[in-house]
């Protein structure tokens, strides 16, 4: 290891336990207080790697990385590990979980290394039913592509992605059906039971069809998010500039402002 990234990482580990002894803040925290940080970094870091932004990636990653530093500070406090153990055990796990790399598995394209990823996890590390170890905690959509995915190891899985897609088909007249029967409802009310279900079972196939293609719908969706939010806003700006309030316009006036948006912004 370069002795500027050893001085750079051992600075941060120091900084670290100082922080801990000397500031009233971070002398408070837990893992239950920090996690939500930890949450927010990571998501950040996602952020600005998907917006091709280099110097915010760059800045956010140490934010995450002081995240780890601090969540083994608080591993060591309790007698359970270290930062060290930390490195060393997803060393070693990497190691186990590359055979094709540091053994004489074969493992020729990026799917059959996935194939094999996850039976190293059952066959080696103990790990038992199709579900182990499915973080409660994950966002939604990650879950559901999760749980395909495992799902998909034990061998219940689509041939093809026309499997998911006519499935797609399906659910979304299920929910149109089901809509029908019930009529939209109120504002802030509850759903209907079914309206609910079938919501949901769209959502699951959406995920599916993500995960056959290749697309991460948790990035994806928040690349739309991110998208409408912009559009919105220069349409909003455009009205104005028109002499026009956006809110008092009809939809269908500022649909016109809309679409005008999404040609500034292509």
Same mark, same amino acid.
């Given at each position: 290891?370069?002795?500027?990234?050893?001085?750079? +990482?051992?600075? %941060?580990? &120091?900084?670290?336990?100082?922080? #801990? $002894?000397?500031?009233?803040?971070?002398?408070?925290?837990?893992? @239950?207080?920090?996690?939500?940080?930890?949450?927010?970094?990571?998501?950040?870091?996602?952020?600005?790697?998907?917006?091709?932004?280099?110097?915010?990636?760059?800045?956010?990653?140490?934010?995450?990385?002081?995240?780890?530093?601090?969540?083994?500070?608080?591993?060591?406090?309790?007698?359970?590990?270290?930062?060290?153990?930390?490195?060393?055990?997803?060393?070693?796990?990497?190691?186990?979980?590359?055979?094709?790399?540091?053994?004489?598995?074969?493992?020729?394209?990026?799917?059959?290394?996935?194939?094999?990823?996850?039976?190293?996890?059952?066959?080696?590390?103990?790990?038992?039913?199709?579900?182990?170890?499915?973080?409660?905690? +994950?966002?939604? %959509?990650? &879950?559901?592509?999760?749980?395909? #995915? $495992?799902?998909?190891?034990?061998?219940?899985?689509?041939?093809? @992605?026309?499997?998911?897609?006519?499935?797609?088909?399906?659910?979304?007249?299920?929910?149109?059906?089901?809509?029908?029967?019930?009529?939209?409802?109120?504002?802030?009310?509850?759903?209907?039971?079914?309206?609910?279900?079938?919501?949901?079972?769209?959502?699951?196939?959406?995920?599916?069809?993500?995960?056959?293609?290749?697309?991460?719908?948790?990035?994806?969706?928040?690349?739309?998010?991110?998208?409408?939010?912009?559009?919105?806003?220069?349409?909003?700006?455009?009205?104005?500039?028109?002499?026009?309030?956006?809110?008092?316009?009809?939809?269908?006036?500022?649909?016109?402002?809309?679409?005008?948006?999404?040609?500034?912004?292509?």
């Amino acid at each position: 290891m370069p002795v500027s990234l050893a001085e750079a +990482l051992i600075d %941060l580990q &120091e900084l670290t336990r100082q922080l #801990r $002894r000397e500031c009233p803040w971070d002398r408070e925290q837990t893992a @239950l207080t920090i996690v939500p940080h930890t949450l927010e970094e990571a998501y950040e870091v996602a952020d600005a790697a998907v917006a091709g932004d280099d110097a915010g990636l760059r800045g956010e990653l140490g934010d995450l990385l002081f995240q780890v530093y601090f969540l083994s500070l608080l591993l060591e406090e309790r007698g359970e590990g270290d930062l060290e153990s930390v490195a060393r055990g997803v060393h070693e796990k990497l190691v186990r979980r590359h055979p094709h790399v540091f053994g004489e598995a074969d493992a020729s394209t990026a799917g059959r290394v996935r194939e094999r990823w996850e039976q190293i996890k059952s066959e080696q590390e103990g790990r038992e039913g199709i579900f182990h170890d499915v973080p409660a905690s +994950l966002p939604a %959509l990650l &879950e559901a592509r999760k749980v395909q #995915r $495992r799902a998909a190891t034990s061998g219940f899985d689509w041939p093809d @992605l026309a499997g998911p897609l006519r499935k797609l088909s399906e659910e979304c007249q299920e929910l149109v059906r089901a809509v029908e029967g019930t009529g939209e409802p109120r504002p802030e009310t509850e759903p209907d039971a079914q309206v609910f279900s079938e919501v949901g079972d769209v959502l699951f196939t959406v995920v599916n069809v993500a995960r056959r293609l290749n697309v991460d719908p948790e990035l994806a969706l928040r690349a739309t998010s991110r998208r409408f939010r912009e559009r919105v806003e220069r349409a909003a700006e455009l009205a104005g500039e028109g002499g026009d309030d956006w809110a008092g316009l009809d939809l269908e006036r500022q649909d016109v402002y809309y679409e005008r948006a999404k040609e500034e912004l292509l």
